[in-house]
């Protein structure tokens, strides 16, 4: 599956399967008539125009096109962390298969339209209830990617950036927070199906397109 959208400064992110890539590569050079390879850009004979390759979580070491492609084919175990509202999801994925997770969901209050003290004491409880968030979410990493974190190639994370960042200053995940990939996933609030998907979606070789 491939998709697209609007690059900030210019040209367009195209987001593609593994399985796809070799396709897209053969259209890129025959609508361009050829193209020169600069480890991960290439340009295109005709025109110019530019497709520069960035690997998915796991396969940072990739430098050239055949090296990308080689590693696309056995892919990486990656850990993933989902966090957002009031659900986490922490899981193993092989491949496209997800091999152990835990999906848990949390309560936590909304917001309220009363104002002076009472507006301050929900906002506390909403504090101290993301505080606690954080900590049973860790909790649930420790158990489900700490012990696998020397296998993995790579921690994956989607969802609320500032959730996910507190999790991880927990002190004992300091070797997942090692690995943890630059790229945030966009997903919904986590569960199994959602977590699937996820996995499916770091695989993905993203490619900024210019024009």
């Not at 409880?125 to 700490?146: C, F, M, P």
């Not at 300091?174 to 977590?195: D, F, K, M, S």
Request: include cysteine; charged fraction near 25%.
């Amino acid at each position: 599956m491939v998709t697209a959208k609007p690059a900030a400064g210019g040209g367009r992110w195209v987001e593609i399967s593994p399985e796809r890539l070799r396709g897209w590569l053969d259209g890129f050079y025959g609508r361009h008539q050829g193209a020169d390879e600069d480890g991960l850009v290439l340009t295109g004979a005709s025109n110019g125009d530019q497709a520069t390759l960035h690997p998915p979580p796991g396969l940072d070491g990739a430098t050239d096109v055949d090296t990308l492609l080689t590693g696309l084919a056995t892919p990486p175990r990656i850990g993933l962390l989902l966090a957002r509202k009031g659900a986490v999801a922490a899981g193993i994925a092989d491949g496209t298969t997800i091999t152990a997770s835990k999906v848990e969901r949390f309560h936590v209050h909304g917001r309220t339209a009363a104002g002076g003290w009472s507006q301050q004491r929900y906002a506390r409880r909403r504090d101290n209830q993301a505080d606690a968030v954080a900590g049973k979410a860790a909790d649930i990493a420790e158990r489900v990617l700490l012990p696998e974190a020397g296998g993995l190639a790579a921690l994956v994370c989607g969802g609320d950036r500032g959730l996910l960042d507190a999790i991880l200053e927990d002190r004992r995940l300091a070797p997942l927070a090692a690995l943890r990939h630059p790229r945030l996933l966009e997903v919904a609030e986590p569960r199994l199906a959602v977590l699937e998907e996820a996995a499916v979606a770091a695989r993905k070789v993203r490619i900024h397109l210019v024009p």
